[in-house]
């Protein structure tokens, strides 16, 4: 079973995502970086792709997804946020689900990431149909709970199977091992279950904890000696 990761962030999440990539790299996966602000730093490191009209910011992230999707040929690509990375090999994670998406476990609401999208029609439905949201609502990740819970109420039951989605078959991941909340460096000692790390720092904005984040990160990084 093949992957290939997608991204896309500003130059703001540079050294982030410089991680995030090195993570999927050290899996042997293909992980492409979409530039939202044309930077310069970002043409040199990961290639050259145009900045979303500003015009359509709320839809970037299925956007680029479905973009990704329509030009990869692994078996599934998947979304991951720059502040995130892949800590170990997904390995067989099964073929019988068109996307799949994680779900934080206590609170049974569904992530931003990782998003896997397989290469079907119905998964193909599952990402116009999100875009669609995405434009009409308050942005993607209200677009992507709104769309699942309209076909199906979160239990714990859901988790780590496949349930019917407005008859596309969506796979719901635990965040336990596909999420896996790093808050301090005391979180570090990693379960051996665990698939994705997700880096939370606290604050109140944005620009309060992307350093916060950007130090777990790295701290992570000398752990495992990325």
Known sequence: MTFEAVTAVNSLFFDMVKICV????????????????????????????????????????????????????????????????????????GDDFDIGVVALSHKLKLCASPVFIRETGAAQDFMSAYIHAAREGRGDMYALRGIFNKYHELTPDSLNNVVDVGGVKVKVFDSVEYAYKVRTTDDLDVPGTVKCIHFSGDGPTREIKRPKKLGLMEAYVHSISL
């Open 22 to 93: 090195a993570s999927t790299g050290r899996c042997w996966y293909e992980h492409t970086v979409y530039n939202l602000d044309d930077s310069a730093r970002f043409k040199e490191i990961f290639g050259v792709f145009p900045p979303i009209d500003e015009k359509e910011i709320r839809l970037w992230k299925p956007k680029y997804m479905l973009q990704a999707r329509n030009t990869s040929d692994a078996d599934l690509v998947f979304w991951i946020d720059a502040d995130s990375v892949v800590h170990q090999p997904f390995g067989d994670i």
